[in-house]
């Protein structure tokens, strides 16, 4: 079975308003097993709803649209799905009354404006809303040498869309799939530290059109997600389908994945020291403080962030909190223990001296960890006041604190103006996860 999915409204196609129904009936259908191959906008015009409708109704088997269901002279969506299946509309009475009732429950009278929306296209049923004066509309369009098309119309008010959707619509899909009716299930895998193409090169033939299960891949700021996707007749066999596949994911990809489905990288770092017991204390320049909004937001008790400072002056010049540190003597020699590996491609050799730059992002770490008494401590920044120069794209350094050693790394301020910033951090994010996976457990 497949669907489209049709939003209505001006607001929506100028970009006033973010059509967030769509999304969320697309997780609900797929839930149903169905598979949505269509998300359509139109304005509120009369000529474009029916052409959508009409459209809609050559290539899918249900239709869902939300919005132009209100008493104004734009709301179209029962004019247009009338006009697309060739009939007329009529009044419920039933409806009307409902209406009045909600009207006369809130102290007010009716308008008759909106009577219309007890107007329905002939042969359809109500859907009732409970909570709002649109009902929704619930008719079997009819389709030549096919079965006919289920189109269900809900109001864009998402509480009052939802609940319609739980109370009348699903219940009615379910029912109408009978006991063919199947899953889809998909699981989001997240990885950082390569690119797109070069993920997918690492996995040869798994994202191609064909694969079972399928595999889609995305880039949001830098992040890398592998999303499986399964069809069967029950939970159960939708994950053992996807696991095969996910197994194969971790094996090529080793430690650039970082997590799964909700997972970010704060949430990973959180996690892995609370397993591990310890704590962390940040540090930035320039950021505005973007690594401790991220860290606090992800752990809200404070269990294992302990808060850290962020300095307002980016360039960290000499009167800045690092070369206080420095002048306290706060930094510690970079003194790998044996048997651990470098984990991190940029990090600077263990045998080569760190620039003035590192210094101070070391000191800064040294300091903070101290002040903070965590196990941990991470400085990032200073971030450029300039993305490029002539000679090329500038550094952004940063420096980890631990119990026994401090380390430090840099990473070009590169890539495009939405990204630079919220990429960097994950840079700093990362270089601590990284850290903390190839180091023992404290006591082992």
């Known amino acids: 079975m497949q669907a489209e999915i049709i939003a209505l409204g001006d607001e929506l196609t100028s970009g006033q308003r973010l059509d967030t129904n769509s999304q969320w009936l697309s997780q609900q259908l797929a839930a149903c097993g169905v598979r949505v191959l269509f998300h359509t906008t139109a304005g509120d015009d009369l000529t474009a709803g029916c052409e959508v409708f009409r459209r809609a109704i050559e290539r899918s088997d249900v239709i869902i649209s939300t919005g132009g269901l209100g008493p104004t002279?734009?709301?179209?969506?029962?004019?247009?799905?009338?006009?697309?299946?060739?009939?007329?509309?009529?009044?419920?009475?039933?409806?009307?009354?409902?209406?009045?009732?909600?009207?006369?429950?809130?102290?007010?009278?009716?308008?008759?404006?909106?009577?219309?929306?007890?107007?329905?296209?002939?042969?359809?049923?109500?859907?009732?809303?409970?909570?709002?004066?649109?009902?929704?509309?619930?008719?079997?369009?009819?389709?030549?040498?096919?079965?006919?098309?289920?189109?269900?119309?809900?109001?864009?008010?998402?509480?009052?869309?939802?609940?319609?959707?739980?109370?009348?619509v699903r219940p009615a899909l379910v029912a109408t799939s009978g006991p063919a009716c199947h899953l889809i299930r998909h699981r989001a895998i997240h990885c950082y530290g390569a690119g797109e193409s070069a993920i997918e090169a690492m996995l040869p033939g798994l994202i191609q059109r064909g694969h079972v299960p399928?595999?889609?891949?995305?880039?949001?700021?830098?992040?890398?997600?592998?999303?499986?996707?399964?069809?069967?007749?029950?939970?159960?066999?939708?994950?053992a389908a996807m696991q095969p596949t996910a197994d194969l994911i971790y094996r090529c990809l080793g430690n650039l994945v970082f997590g799964e489905d909700e997972d970010t990288l704060q949430d990973v770092?959180?996690?892995?020291?609370?397993?591990?017991?310890?704590?962390?204390?940040?540090?930035?320049?320039?950021?505005?403080?973007?690594?401790?909004?991220?860290?606090?937001?992800?752990?809200?008790?404070?269990?294992?962030?302990?808060?850290?400072?962020?300095?307002?002056d980016p360039v960290l010049n000499a009167n800045s909190v690092a070369d206080q540190a420095l002048a306290r003597g706060d930094d510690v020699p970079d003194s790998r223990p044996a048997g651990r590996a470098a984990v991190h491609i940029d990090e600077r050799p263990a045998t080569e001296s760190p620039s003035p730059a590192a210094?101070?992002?070391?000191?800064?770490?040294?300091?903070?960890?101290?002040?903070?008494?965590?196990?941990?401590?991470?400085?990032?920044?200073?971030?450029?006041?300039?993305?490029?120069?002539?000679?090329?794209?500038?550094?952004?350094?940063?420096?980890?604190?631990?119990?026994?050693?401090v380390w430090d790394r840099s990473t070009l301020y590169v890539g495009h103006p939405e990204i630079l910033l919220p990429r960097t951090v994950k840079e700093a994010l990362n270089f601590l996860r990284l850290t903390l996976v190839s180091s023992p457990r404290p006591g082992l």
């Open 214 to 239: 399928t595999v889609g891949i995305t880039a949001s700021q830098a992040t890398i997600t592998l999303r499986i996707t399964a069809e069967a007749a029950d939970l159960e066999t939708c994950c």
């Open 269 to 312: 770092v959180i996690r892995l020291l609370a397993q591990r017991g310890q704590t962390l204390a940040t540090v930035e320049g320039g950021s505005g403080g973007t690594l401790a909004q991220w860290l606090s937001a992800a752990d809200p008790d404070g269990r294992v962030y302990r808060g850290g400072w962020v300095l307002r």
């Open 359 to 405: 210094r101070r992002v070391r000191a800064l770490a040294s300091g903070c960890r101290a002040s903070f008494q965590t196990d941990y401590a991470l400085t990032i920044g200073p971030f450029p006041a300039h993305i490029e120069t002539d000679s090329g794209s500038l550094p952004v350094h940063m420096a980890l604190a631990g119990p026994d050693a």
């Open 73 to 168: 002279a734009d709301d179209l969506t029962r004019q247009c799905i009338a006009m697309a299946c060739g009939v007329d509309l009529v009044q419920d009475a039933q409806m009307l009354a409902h209406i009045r009732r909600l009207f006369a429950r809130r102290g007010r009278q009716m308008p008759e404006r909106n009577a219309v929306q007890a107007m329905f296209p002939r042969g359809s049923r109500p859907i009732p809303n409970p909570h709002g004066t649109a009902p929704g509309i619930d008719m079997i369009a009819p389709r030549v040498g096919h079965a006919g098309v289920r189109i269900f119309a809900l109001p864009g008010v998402p509480a009052e869309m939802r609940e319609m959707w739980d109370a009348s």
